[in-house]
Every structure is written in C-alpha cells, then in structure tokens.
C-alpha cells in the first residue's frame, strides 16, 4: 500500500494536502484496494460549509458503498468532475488523478486528530 509523505491522513481513510487555504482530499491507497472496484462517487456539497467529520459524498465499488468524511474544516469549492464518467480513477491513481474535493479552509478549526505518514501505517497494518 502507498503512503505519501508528504499527506496527512485520518482513521476513516481520508487523505488532505494543504496548499495555503486551499486541501485536496482524496482516499488512500488502502481504502480504495478494501473498496475493490469504484464504481461511483457521489459528491453534492458543492459550495457548502462542512466541519471536521462532516460527511461530504459517498463511494460505490462493487463490494460495497461507504460514506466520505471530512478532514478539515471550510467549504467544498470543487469536485473532480473527471470522476463522473471516470470513477476508476480513485482506483488508479488514489492520489494524484483520483482526488476527490477542493476545499477552501476554515483556518480557525484546526483537526488534531490527523495523522502523519507513519502514524496511518501504524494505523492500518503496514
């Protein structure tokens, strides 16, 4: 399973990378490979303000539906509209191709319970 680095995580399996007020979330690696095939990605919170935990979307793989979690704070500014006719994207490129929302920070709610590279290894096994 891959784990970037550079990434903050959460135990629900999210991943954010923030880029002065703006994250990127997406699922990791781990979560997309237990889902199997994605089938869809259901996301309609487009310009709403949603706190930590929040849930944002939902995914469908063949095995299974799961709902998405927020990992910051603020407000949904866009969703990766290549998802739409290409879900498998989450599969192939989790990371990179396969993020699901932008986000615009609330920078006053700060999630302490995101977790570093390591700490999501530990976290799931690896």
Same mark, same amino acid.
């Given at each position: 399973? $891959?784990?970037?680095d550079?990434? $903050? &995580?959460?135990?629900?399996h999210?991943w =954010?990378?923030?880029?002065?007020?703006?994250?990127l979330?997406?699922? *990791?690696? &781990?979560?997309?490979?237990?889902?199997?095939?994605?089938?869809?990605?259901?996301v309609?919170?487009?310009d709403?303000d949603?706190?930590?935990?929040d849930i944002f979307g939902?995914i469908?793989?063949?095995k *299974?539906?799961?709902d998405? &979690?927020?990992?910051?704070s603020? $407000?949904? =500014?866009?969703?990766?509209?290549?998802?739409e *006719?290409n879900p498998?994207? =989450?599969?192939?490129?989790?990371?990179?191709?396969?993020?699901?929302? $932008?986000?615009?920070?609330d920078n006053?709610?700060?999630?302490?319970?995101l977790? *570093?590279?390591?700490e999501?290894k530990?976290h799931?096994? =690896?």
């Amino acid at each position: 399973m $891959k784990v970037l680095d550079n990434l $903050k &995580y959460t135990e629900n399996h999210e991943w =954010v990378l923030v880029d002065g007020d703006i994250a990127l979330v997406g699922i *990791t690696d &781990y979560a997309q490979h237990e889902l199997g095939d994605i089938a869809y990605v259901d996301v309609d919170t487009i310009d709403e303000d949603l706190n930590i935990d929040d849930i944002f979307g939902s995914i469908e793989a063949v095995k *299974t539906a799961s709902d998405l &979690y927020m990992p910051v704070s603020g $407000k949904v =500014v866009e969703i990766n509209a290549n998802l739409e *006719t290409n879900p498998e994207l =989450v599969n192939s490129s989790p990371y990179d191709q396969g993020w699901l929302i $932008k986000v615009e920070i609330d920078n006053s709610v700060i999630n302490d319970k995101l977790l *570093t590279a390591d700490e999501y290894k530990a976290h799931i096994g =690896v």
